[in-house]
């Protein structure tokens, strides 16, 4: 059993930055891959960013779209925590940001992980 916690959000203007973080419970946590999904109100949870479990060929990160070159996700496997660094913040940033763990990269990136924490709200003002 994994349990997420995440903190870091609030209210930011538009242009602003602000870094998430989200503490796992558990000895396993680097054989996690790690992301993080947001959902604003009236739309479906949608995939961010995500980024490999440790001991893979490829220490790979994928983002979304939307967010490519203005988010960083990044892992600290010694603090059990992976961070989202916000940049460039933008009003349609603003949402319900989830972190998730699965061991599998797809069933993550398709929006199917094992476990998601209880999410941290981001509002990006004008």
């Known amino acids: 059993q994994v349990q997420l916690v995440e903190s870091g959000g609030g209210l930011v203007h538009t242009g602003g930055s602000l870094t998430l973080s989200c503490a796992a419970s558990g000895r396993t946590f680097g054989s996690y891959v790690m992301g993080w999904f947001r959902q604003a109100p009236g739309e479906e949870r949608g995939f961010v960013a995500s980024?490999?479990?440790?001991?893979?060929?490829?220490?790979?990160?994928k983002y979304a779209e939307s967010v490519k070159g203005r988010f960083t996700i990044s892992r600290d496997n010694a603090k059990n925590t992976v961070y989202l660094q916000m940049n460039s913040l933008k009003s349609e940033d603003t949402a319900v940001y989830y972190c998730a763990a699965d061991t599998v990269l797809s069933e993550l990136t398709d929006g199917r992980p094992d476990y998601w924490g209880q999410g941290t709200q981001v509002t990006v003002s004008s």
């Open positions: 980024i490999r479990a440790i001991n893979t060929y490829a220490s790979s990160v």
